[in-house]
């Protein structure tokens, strides 16, 4: 009794597999056992179970390993140890697959269920369980190969062009004017957006300019609708733009890595948002928006500020200027309150100044008192010094006057007079010396020790 070509078809799809699985089926078929039981030498081998489950690995080892299997990731889970476990599908099958921890180590992003991978291992049994298992050596995302390598390039190029420069982003607007935002018009990020910002900031417009987000016209359908709302930003109306797209393949996100695309969002008159896919996928547009956010809800809630924290903020401040005036107000309560104490009790304040007049007064006296009892004590001491002091003085101006006197009398012409010199002047009293200075008949008068002699110039004789 064989395998029939359906079955074969179906459960295995390769001629080879087919023949290796019906030569044995047909050993252990019921016509052979049925003759083995007559026949001793006929009878099948008695296997342990565990040989036997070698043996098929070994058989599996030899007839298909190495195998690529292309297929859809299903029950992903990594493990504590880091080994990870998951099945392949397709529409007709699928098969358990291992991938240990130094082969996960080396995974470029993180598989998840329904993604399109294909892989290279081997394929084994284990023992414990009997199950056939597929050991993964590498995995990589179906198909993205020729698209992986495209975006690298791209990616180095505008990197070293310098648009992906932290220094050339800028920051988002707290209380923006306007918000932009570039979506499909059918897509589910465009309701997500909206119910978010008309949550968050109901009184901030939002201006819509729809693209196509997928296919061969999405990127020139997003340049325009980012060029249009470049306009509105240029005429003041919008201060931020939102570029959202909903979660996909490499494929179906293919039109944010398009270079025209990067080059028109580098060019945002205001700081751009960009919240494309899932917070696992990166585009190219990710790196040159003015910041990056992980999904379209998440694009919108960084967009402005909440209007619940303004109006918390606006809270806090009331309270603290009413706590500030109050403060405020107490204070000049209590001087007026002080002020009021020191008018309505005057007596007590010029019962104050007199009793602080009178000690003034009184500290007044006594000093007087002390000074002249002081002065009383040392008057005759210092009236002794006085007299001591006139007395010294008056003598030594009695000897200082004795020489002058002397030397005045020394300068006296009188006494000059008195050795039978004449002093000789004309009548107006001027000083003859010079014969030159008379002349003949002139009047003179000479002074002599005892009297004045008038004189009559007689004419001159020459010597």
Not at 188 to 215: K, N
Not at 344 to 372: F, N, T
Request: aromatic fraction near 4%; hydrophobic fraction near 45%; charged fraction near 25%.
């Amino acid at each position: 009794m064989g395998i029939s070509p359906e079955f074969r078809s179906k459960t295995l799809g390769s001629g080879a597999s087919v023949d290796y699985l019906a030569a044995t089926t047909r050993r252990e078929g019921p016509d052979l056992l049925m003759a083995g039981a007559n026949n001793p030498a006929m009878a099948p081998r008695s296997w342990q179970v565990g040989a036997l489950c070698r043996a098929i690995a070994d058989a599996l080892e030899a007839r298909f390993n190495p195998v690529a299997v292309r297929g859809e990731v299903s029950g992903f889970s990594r493990a504590p140890s880091g080994h990870c476990y998951f099945s392949l599908k397709d529409a007709d099958g699928q098969i358990r697959c291992a991938m240990f921890r130094r082969a996960a180590g080396l995974l470029d992003f993180s598989p998840k269920d329904g993604d399109s991978v294909e892989v290279l291992g081997r394929l084994d049994v284990y023992g414990p369980r009997g199950d056939l298992q597929l050991i993964v050596e590498s995995l990589s995302r179906a198909g993205q190969g020729a698209w992986f390598e495209q975006f690298l390039r791209l990616k180095a190029k505008l990197e070293a062009e310098g648009l992906f420069e932290t220094a050339r982003k800028r920051p988002l607007p707290a209380l923006p004017r306007g918000i932009g935002l570039v979506t499909s018009s059918g897509a589910a990020a465009l309701h997500d957006v909206v119910t978010c910002l008309t949550r968050r900031v109901p009184h901030i417009p939002v201006l819509l300019a729809p693209a196509a987000v997928q296919g061969a016209q999405a990127p020139g359908d997003l340049v325009r609708a980012l060029e249009g709302l470049y306009q509105l930003a240029a005429a003041g109306k919008l201060d931020v733009i939102l570029l959202v797209r909903g979660g996909g393949s490499i494929e179906d996100l293919w039109a944010f890595n398009d270079e025209q695309l990067a080059r028109t969002i580098a060019r945002s008159p205001v700081p751009l948002v960009s919240g494309v896919g899932h917070e696992t996928d990166f585009t190219i547009a990710d790196f040159v928006a003015d910041l990056r956010a992980p999904t379209p809800t998440a694009a919108a809630e960084l967009a402005a500020t909440a209007r619940s924290e303004w109006l918390a903020g606006l809270d806090q401040a009331a309270r603290q200027l009413g706590r500030v005036a109050l403060r405020r107000l107490d204070i000049e309560l209590q001087r007026i309150d002080g002020a009021a104490a020191r008018l309505g009790r005057p007596s007590a304040r010029i019962g104050a100044q007199q009793m602080r007049a009178e000690r003034l007064a009184q500290r007044l006296r006594y000093g007087v008192s002390a000074r002249m009892q002081s002065s009383q004590g040392a008057l005759p001491a210092r009236h002794a010094a006085l007299a001591a002091a006139f007395s010294n003085r008056m003598r030594r101006a009695g000897d200082g006057l004795e020489r002058q006197r002397l030397r005045l009398d020394l300068l006296n012409p009188r006494l000059v007079l008195q050795r039978g010199y004449a002093l000789l002047t004309d009548l107006d009293g001027v000083a003859v010396t010079l014969a030159a200075q008379t002349r003949t008949g002139q009047a003179l008068r000479a002074t002599l020790a005892d009297g004045e002699v008038d004189l009559t110039v007689a004419p001159q004789r020459l010597i």
